[in-house]
């Protein structure tokens, strides 16, 4: 995407997330005040140091992917209409370099065990793909209890780990801790979005008016993702199981408010949506 806009959701919970933008905001306070002014939100807080946005809400009145278009609206408004990219899955969805070569690592000792390597060799190469897992768990979890204050629970396949080298036997403990820890990484289904504000006449109240379109974005497609879906369809017989789900839940959102978004602040009553792909019978309105 040339404008390089994005907001990626690195923590969620329910009735709270966490938002990372990827260029600073203008007017933090404004931000917070404007795109926390909707019913249901209770708190929006910005972060200058980290550019991270923590909001706590009623999942019951407003939906977290309303939220997130409303703020995607306010930092494309400031930066002159560019479009931005909504995703939930953040820089963490990437493992990290070292992540990798202990992949590679471990897939080395594998073909060497399939070889019948064995002897020094072959103890050292697998003795090298467990240390290299467990350092690269380590550092994962590390990289998200200081980015997020938590991290995701199957990184306590370590501890599997651990006993496996403490026992000898450590490639089969490896490859446990290795696909537990990073393989949702690699087989995460894709979950990003194109937000593109167009801006509109004022008219009779002299309020700008805006209409957002939402499409896939297509440019983080991982391979591994494709199958993932395919897979999914195979089993459910649903064509939204190889969707993206983030589409489909706004698509959901719009749905239930007539195919328009409530207004931000300084901006008419209702902002119209619509989307690249229209679900059957969906029909563009204005306010």
């Not at 590679?104 to 190469?125: D, K």
């Not at 379109?213 to 649903?238: F, H, K, W």
């Amino acid at each position: 995407m040339a404008s390089g806009l994005a907001i990626d959701v690195t923590h969620s919970l329910d009735g709270r997330f966490r938002a990372h933008v990827s260029t600073p905001v203008k007017d933090p306070e404004g931000m917070c005040q404007v795109v926390g002014d909707h019913e249901g939100i209770q708190s929006v807080e910005y972060s200058s140091v980290s550019g991270s946005v923590l909001v706590h809400h009623d999942p019951s009145t407003v939906r977290q992917e309303e939220i997130l278009l409303r703020l995607a609206l306010f930092v494309s408004i400031e930066r002159d209409l560019a479009p931005v990219t909504l995703t939930l899955v953040s820089d963490r969805s990437d493992p990290g370099r070292l992540a990798y070569a202990s992949g590679a690592v471990l897939a080395g000792a594998l073909a060497a065990r399939w070889l019948g390597v064995e002897g020094r060799w072959g103890r050292l190469l697998e003795g090298a793909a467990g240390v290299g897992t467990l350092a690269a768990v380590a550092k994962h979890t590390w990289d998200d209890v200081v980015e997020e204050g938590d991290a995701h629970p199957e990184v306590l396949t370590a501890g599997y780990l651990l006993v496996g080298l403490l026992r000898g036997n450590v490639l089969p403990a490896a490859v446990v801790t290795w696909a537990s820890s990073f393989g949702r990484h690699l087989a995460q289904p894709h979950l990003s979005v194109e937000v593109q504000p167009m801006r509109f006449p004022a008219e009779e109240d002299g309020l700008p008016r805006y209409e957002i379109a939402v499409r896939q974005d297509r440019s983080s497609v991982r391979p591994l993702s494709v199958l993932t879906a395919l897979l999914g369809y195979a089993i459910t017989g649903d064509p939204e199981a190889t969707g993206n789900e983030l589409l489909h839940g706004i698509r959901s959102m719009s749905s239930l408010h007539g195919e328009v978004m409530e207004g931000l602040g300084g901006i008419a009553s209702a902002t119209p949506m619509s989307f690249q792909s229209p679900p059957p019978g969906a029909q563009r309105r204005r306010p």
